[in-house]
T-cell receptor
Framework: DQQVKQNSPSLSVQEGRISILNCDYTNSMFDYFLWYKKYPAEGPTFLIS?????DKNEDGRFTVFLNKSAKHLSLHIVPSQPGDSAVYFCAATTGNQFYFGTGTSLTVIP | DSGVTQTPKHLITATGQRVTLRCSPRSGDLSVYWYQQSLDQGLQFLIQ???????AKGNILERFSAQQFPDLHSELNLSSLELGDSALYFCASSVLEGAGYGYTFGSGTRLTVV
């Protein structure tokens, strides 16, 4: 049972444009949502998070939006850079349990 | 270097065998989590330890077991290996039991069962 879903396995964006990565979840009890970035042959690294009581969190070029009524989470990267090319996982947590999506591979084209 | 050390980086073994994956958490972190990432799935939570005690279990097979030692390093034991166990196994650590701000992953152990 996949409680966190990333329905787009891949995304290509031109350098300088906006990248939007999407994530849907099913469990209304999740209290934190997170995004991780993963390069090949490395472990995921934490990128940004948002509490379930907020609807937006911004950190530099990265902004995460949360729509609780739609159970939808998105990550915006503006402007996109070639170094952003990686796999992005969204995750949700309740208590001690983390649930991850299957990842979206982002390619930023120079 | 994230501070979480996993060994070995690569492991090739035959079906039916048993292997042990090791994880040293980041200094000061008391919680250790194990995840499995296979080709067609996201990161699947296996098990969590906090300060030596098991805290949460996910989709961990009965053939798999883990423990956290007094020095806080953790080992994941996989036995009676099957081809389908081939995957990347990640360890992560955090200071607290539950973290809303994310935690630190190691670089993973790639297990290939032949």
């Amino acid at each position: 049972d996949q409680q966190v879903k990333q329905n787009s396995p891949s995304l290509s964006v031109q350098e300088g444009r906006i990248s939007i990565l999407n994530c849907d979840y099913t469990n209304s009890m999740f209290d934190y949502f997170l995004w991780y970035k993963k390069y090949p042959a490395e472990g995921p690294t934490f990128l940004i998070s948002i509490s379930s009581i907020k609807d937006k969190n911004e950190d530099g070029r990265f902004t995460v939006f949360l729509n609780k009524s739609a159970k939808h989470l998105s990550l915006h990267i503006v402007p996109s850079q070639p170094g952003d090319s990686a796999v992005y996982f969204c995750a949700a947590t309740t208590g001690n349990q983390f649930y991850f999506g299957t990842g979206t591979s982002l390619t930023v084209i120079p | 270097d994230s501070g979480v050390t996993q060994t070995p980086k690569h492991l090739i073994t035959a079906t039916g065998q048993r292997v042990t994956l090791r994880c040293s958490p980041r200094s000061g972190d008391l919680s250790v989590y194990w995840y499995q990432q296979s080709l067609d799935q996201g990161l699947q939570f296996l098990i969590q330890y906090y300060n030596g005690e098991e805290r949460a279990k996910g989709n961990i097979l009965e053939r798999f077991s883990a423990q956290q030692f007094p020095d806080l390093h953790s080992e994941l034991n996989l036995s009676s290996l099957e081809l389908g166990d081939s995957a990347l196994y990640f360890c992560a650590s955090s200071v607290l039991e539950g973290a809303g701000y994310g935690y630190t992953f190691g670089s993973g152990t790639r297990l290939t069962v032949v």
